[in-house]
T-cell receptor, first 112, second 113 residues
Framework: KQEVTQIPAALSVPEGENLVLNCSFTDSAIYNLQWFRQDPGKGLTSLLLIQSSQREQTSGRLNASLDKSSGRSTLYIAASQPGDSATYLCAVRPPSYDKVIFGPGTSLSVIP | ETGVTQSPTHLIKTRGQQVTLRCSSQSGHNTVSWYQQALGQGPQFIFQYYREEENGRGNFPPRFSGLQFPNYSSELNVNALELDDSALYLC???FGTGNNEQFFGPGTRLTVL
């Protein structure tokens, strides 16, 4: 059974710092891995999607990496800003069903 | 291109009641998936509809049911509401099944008193 975990559960950093969020999954048989942002009480905004054949994806200040063999992904945020404060969720797409399996999220707070 | 929309935004019900939540898929998408997100947790897959048929189901009891219409919009119905059903309900649409990105709506916040 695929399980997704995220460490840390919460993170508080001063503005301008670079930071790394971690995601682990137990079954390396995945179609893709996706990182989402969620503001309090709101829906999900897709940040980056990495296909199983890819190693990383970049968008602006965000860089996500994928190591399928070790069951890990990282989301790197450069030069953090207060507007980056949100919960970040990673999710994997297993090959047997079309659902997406989410981790519990990391709550990020960037202090001005 | 219109994104995924959900209605209503918020809903308050009492235990034992029934509720219907609605989702309009993104233009060109024929697949809708529903998720339940309890406070402080990641979303949990409820079920998926593809071309008006259920195409996969998560670990939810039968009182959670759904429909998909010919225009690919969808409904989530929950009968005999329980306090633990209080959550944010998200729908996501995609084109086809398999390795296609899902696009999420803003969610419906359901509170059961």
């Amino acid at each position: 059974k695929q399980e997704v975990t995220q460490i840390p559960a919460a993170l508080s950093v001063p503005e301008g710092e670079n930071l790394v969020l971690n995601c682990s999954f137990t079954d390396s048989a995945i179609y893709n891995l996706q990182w989402f942002r969620q503001d309090p009480g709101k829906g999900l905004t897709s940040l980056l999607l990495i296909q199983s054949s890819q190693r990383e994806q970049t968008s602006g200040r965000l860089n996500a990496s994928l190591d399928k063999s070790s069951g890990r992904s990282t989301l790197y945020i450069a030069a953090s800003q207060p507007g980056d404060s949100a919960t970040y969720l990673c999710a994997v797409r297993p090959p047997s069903y079309d659902k997406v399996i989410f981790g519990p999220g990391t709550s990020l707070s960037v202090i001005p | 291109e219109t994104g995924v929309t959900q209605s209503p935004t918020h809903l308050i019900k009492t235990r034992g009641q029934q509720v219907t939540l609605r989702c309009s898929s993104q233009s060109g998408h024929n697949t809708v998936s529903w998720y339940q997100q309890a406070l402080g947790q990641g979303p949990q897959f409820i079920f998926q509809y593809y071309r008006e048929e259920e195409n996969g189901r998560g670990n939810f009891p039968p009182r959670f049911s759904g429909l998909q219409f010919p225009n690919y919009s969808s409904e989530l119905n929950v009968n005999a509401l329980e306090l633990d059903d209080s959550a944010l309900y998200l729908c996501a649409s995609s084109f086809g099944t398999g390795n296609n990105e899902q696009f999420f709506g803003p969610g419906t916040r359901l509170t059961v008193l």
